[in-house]
């Protein structure tokens, strides 16, 4: 599986961004699809998982109830929607994507198949 990200910028806070995660390659609908975010200096961490089917949500608690994670199976992506951002948000954004990845193991960065490239957020006050 490939992917790639994109939707990354500068924005004020309180602003909003949505990030997009394409993928390519064998049938991502049935990939478990997720973000991590690195800031500068700071170890990878989670940021939010959706199941392949749509139906199960899961968020770090520093972002629930400001960000949302979507997905299109028919077009084989994965949303990422960023309100009220802060400037600890800032951070390079990654997609990852899994198969076999169990509900108890999505937090952490090491139990993920694949990863995107990363994509930019910073956040200014």
């Known amino acids: 599986v490939q992917l790639q990200a994109s939707g990354g910028g500068l924005v004020q806070a309180g602003g909003s961004l949505r990030l997009s995660c394409v993928s390519s390659g064998r049938t991502s609908s049935r990939y478990f699809m997720g973000w991590f975010r690195q800031a500068p200096g700071k170890e990878r961490e989670f940021v939010a998982a959706?199941?392949?089917?749509?139906?199960?949500?899961y968020y770090a608690d520093s972002v629930k109830g400001r960000f949302t994670i979507s997905r299109e199976n028919a077009k084989n992506t994965v949303y990422l929607q960023m309100n009220n951002l802060q400037p600890e948000d800032t951070a390079v954004y990654y997609c990852?994507?899994?198969?076999?990845?169990?509900?108890?193991?999505?937090?952490?960065?090491?139990?993920?198949?694949?990863w995107g490239q990363g994509t930019l957020v910073t956040v200014s006050s």
């Open positions: 959706i199941r392949f089917d749509g139906g199960s949500t």
């Open positions: 990852v994507a899994d198969q076999t990845i169990i509900t108890g193991a999505l937090r952490q960065s090491d139990n993920w198949d694949y």
